[in-house]
T-cell receptor, first 113, second 113 residues
Framework: NAGVMQNPRHLVRRRGQEARLRCSPMKGHSHVYWYRQLPEEGLKFMVY????????ESGMPKERFSAEFPKEGPSILRIQQVVRGDSAAYFCASSDRGYNEQYFGPGTRLTVT | GESVGLHLPTLSVQEGDNSIINCAYS??????FIWYKQESGKGPQFIID?????DKRQGQRVTVLLNKTVKHLSLQIAATQPGDSAVYFCAENIEGQGGKLIFGQGTELSVKP
């Protein structure tokens, strides 16, 4: 049973470009969560999605960031017009239902130059 | 601010000793807690969880204790091994706030051979 998959593992973007991060949950999991980790810090919740629905986006910046989890395919975290402050590790986690253990992927390390 | 914090940012132990990592939380509505281990460059790895209707839970070489009176959580690792060296995070889920986890800052465990 494959774990949570994320790609790319490393992503370099220039300021102003767009970043797209992908997450495929564990088989049988329909709940996806995105977290961001700045260097030397803990993880910060960004958004919680189920298939085709955003359940909680209270941790998402108001502008430039969006997330989706379509009926088919991976969940996508999209960052438009990236700035240097967006440089971080972005982790995706999945669970089989809300309020249950979450399993994390290896993360995407975004570097904005 | 964060409602989950850690008492010690770093912990150094000898191989074979027991390790205790502590975590304080401030939200009395938190009713589900998870400990994660994160090695450098990797995603958080689920270790053990506990719900608020319990005060102790044991796994393989690990025990989590929950003291709701003082809002304190601890992770005990028996016979610590070099492979246990990592950063350990506690995370909480607040009842009624869906599945999102709130993470503490982390404790770095260093095991000396």
């Amino acid at each position: 049973n494959a774990g949570v998959m994320q790609n790319p593992r490393h992503l370099v973007r220039r300021r102003g470009q767009e970043a797209r991060l992908r997450c495929s949950p564990m088989k049988g999991h329909s709940h996806v969560y995105w977290y961001r980790q700045l260097p030397e810090e803990g993880l910060k919740f960004m958004v919680y999605l189920q298939k085709e629905n955003i359940i909680d986006e209270s941790g998402m910046p108001k502008e430039r960031f969006s997330a989706e989890f379509p009926k088919e395919g991976p969940s996508i975290l999209r960052i438009q017009q990236v700035v240097r402050g967006d440089s971080a590790a972005y982790f995706c986690a999945s669970s089989d239902r809300g309020y249950n253990e979450q399993y994390f992927g290896p993360g995407t390390r975004l570097t904005v130059t | 601010g964060e409602s989950v914090g850690l008492h010690l940012p770093t912990l150094s132990v000898q191989e074979g000793d027991n390790s205790i990592i502590n975590c304080a939380y401030s939200n009395s509505a938190s009713d589900y807690f998870i400990w994660y281990k994160q090695e450098s460059g990797k995603g958080p790895q689920f270790i053990i969880d506990i719900r608020s209707n319990m005060d102790k839970r044991q796994g393989q070489r690990v025990t989590v204790l929950l003291n709701k009176t003082v809002k304190h959580l601890s992770l005990q690792i028996a016979a610590t091994q070099p492979g246990d060296s990592a950063v350990y995070f506690c995370a909480e889920n607040i009842e009624g706030q869906g599945g999102k986890l709130i993470f503490g800052q982390g404790t770095e465990l260093s095991v000396k051979p």
